[in-house]
């Protein structure tokens, strides 16, 4: 069981990026999905998720309308788009999956690597 997060990179205050997470090993569709972002000296927390069961969305209040968390059962891989990027973004993001749904804590059993995200001002 493997998970894979890719597309971070520097973008200018605004911007766009869309992170990705590929999922070896088991069926992502059968999976709660959540993306999660450490910046430096500060706790991890819940950015999105997305149920298994029904595909109900839930977001952090800092990030409400400016990401999306969506998935692709096809490529066996999720995706956060986030748009209208903010200097205080910048952080490593995870992505992150668990066969019950834990929405924005930290309670689930399989991690990607990380990818950082730098928005600058």
């Known amino acids: 069981v493997q998970l894979q997060a890719s597309g971070g990179g520097l973008v200018e205050a605004g911007g766009s990026l869309r992170l990705s997470c590929a999922a070896s090993?088991?069926?992502?569709?059968?999976?709660?999905i959540a993306w999660f972002r450490q910046a430096p000296g500060k706790e991890r927390e819940g950015v999105s998720c997305?149920?298994?069961?029904?595909?109900?969305?839930y977001y952090a209040d800092s990030v409400k309308g400016r990401f999306t968390v969506s998935r692709d059962n096809a490529k066996n891989t999720a995706y956060l788009q986030m748009n209208s990027l903010k200097p205080e973004d910048t952080a490593v993001y995870y992505c992150?999956?668990?066969?019950?749904?834990?929405?924005?804590?930290?309670?689930?059993?399989?991690w990607g690597q990380g990818t950082q995200v730098t928005v600058s001002s």
């Open positions: 997305r149920r298994s069961t029904d595909g109900r969305t």
């Open positions: 090993g088991f069926m992502l569709d059968d999976y709660a």
């Open positions: 992150a999956a668990n066969t019950y749904d834990p929405r924005l804590r930290r309670e689930y059993n399989y």
